[in-house]
C-alpha cells in the first residue's frame, strides 16, 4: 500500500505561478514512475508530466517549457514547478504512483488537488 499526500493547489492569476508537491509512503518497490495528472470536468484524466525512479522526465506537449517535474533525492516526493500558468490550466491535479513487482501492477492516486488560474 502506498499513500500519496499532495498539497500546493490554489489560486493564481494568469502568468502566475504554483509548485505542487506529492509525498509518497507505505511500501515503496523499484523501479517505479510517479506523476502528475490533470482533469478538466466532464474530461478524463490527462498526463502532464512524469518522474522515474532513475530520474527520467516526461512532459505533455502542452506544458513543455512552463512547467517542471522534479523529486527529491530518493524520487518519494515529487514536484510540479507550474510557471505562465493560463486559464486552461484550471483543473484538478492528481499525483500518480505506479510500479510492477512479479509481474503485478500497482497504481496508486492522490486525493487531487484544485488548480484555478482566473483574474
Known amino acids: 500500500q502506498v499513500q500519496l499526500v499532495e498539497s500546493g493547489g490554489g489560486l493564481v492569476q494568469p502568468g502566475g505561478s504554483l509548485r505542487l508537491s506529492c509525498a509518497a509512503s507505505?511500501?515503496?518497490?523499484?523501479?517505479?514512475?510517479m506523476g502528475w495528472y490533470r482533469q478538466f470536468p466532464g474530461k478524463q484524466r490527462e498526463l502532464v508530466a512524469t518522474?522515474?525512479?532513475?530520474?527520467?522526465?516526461n512532459h505533455a506537449d502542452s506544458v513543455k517549457g512552463r512547467f517542471t517535474v522534479s523529486g527529491d533525492n530518493a524520487k518519494t516526493t515529487v514536484y510540479l514547478q507550474m510557471n505562465s500558468l493560463k486559464p486552461e490550466d484550471t483543473a484538478v491535479y492528481y499525483c500518480?504512483?505506479?510500479?510492477?513487482?512479479?509481474?503485478?501492477?500497482?497504481?496508486?492516486w492522490g486525493q487531487g488537488t484544485q488548480v484555478t488560474v482566473s483574474s
Open positions: 507505505g511500501i515503496i518497490f523499484r523501479p517505479f514512475v
Open positions: 500518480n504512483y505506479k510500479a510492477q513487482r512479479n509481474k503485478v501492477q500497482f497504481e496508486y
Open positions: 518522474l522515474t525512479s532513475d530520474g527520467m522526465t
